[in-house]
């Protein structure tokens, strides 16, 4: 079950939570994303889709998890887009769905700075939080 679900007219937000890292973690992110977006097609006389899904999911532990060939997985954020691109690398902007992964726990010098500060606030408010370190220049 996700934990927080909210949606508009045109679009579907839902945040996963996750505290204990089980083997077929990233296959049931996956069925959630999946099914929040086909679940909108009523039936075979009407595919539209009619709302954007977001899926975010935090991490609160160090991953286990290791990519099919072996990798250990050691990345802050992970994004999935399902729109296609061409041969030549050029997306197709079809579809706008997203799927955004985040583990405070691998930290990206590379990660920006709007995400960052959550990053730091879900990690510091679990290892620290009678003296959480955060950036509070920024509302």
């Given at each position: 079950m996700l934990d927080i679900f909210a949606e508009t007219i045109d679009r579907r937000i839902c945040i996963e939570i996750q505290r204990i890292e089980y083997d077929h973690h990233f296959d049931r992110f996956l069925h959630y994303f999946l099914m929040?977006?086909?679940?909108?097609?009523?039936?075979?006389?009407?595919?539209?889709?009619?709302?954007?899904?977001?899926?975010?999911?935090?991490?609160?532990?160090?991953?286990?998890?290791?990519?099919?060939?072996?990798?250990?997985?050691?990345?802050?954020?992970?994004?999935?887009?399902?729109?296609?691109?061409?041969?030549?690398?050029?997306?197709?902007?079809?579809y706008g769905h997203q799927f955004v992964c985040l583990n405070p726990n691998h930290p990206n010098e590379e990660t920006p700075k709007q995400i960052r500060d959550w990053l730091d606030l879900i990690y510091q408010s679990i290892h620290s939080p009678e003296r959480p370190v955060l950036n509070t220049d920024n509302s």
């Open positions: 929040l977006i086909a679940e909108q097609q009523k039936s075979s006389k009407e595919y539209n889709i009619q709302q954007t899904v977001y899926v975010i999911v935090v991490l609160t532990a160090p991953y286990k998890i290791s990519e099919k060939n072996g990798k250990p997985i050691l990345d802050e954020v992970l994004l999935l887009k399902l729109n296609p691109q061409t041969l030549q690398g050029e997306v197709r902007e079809l």
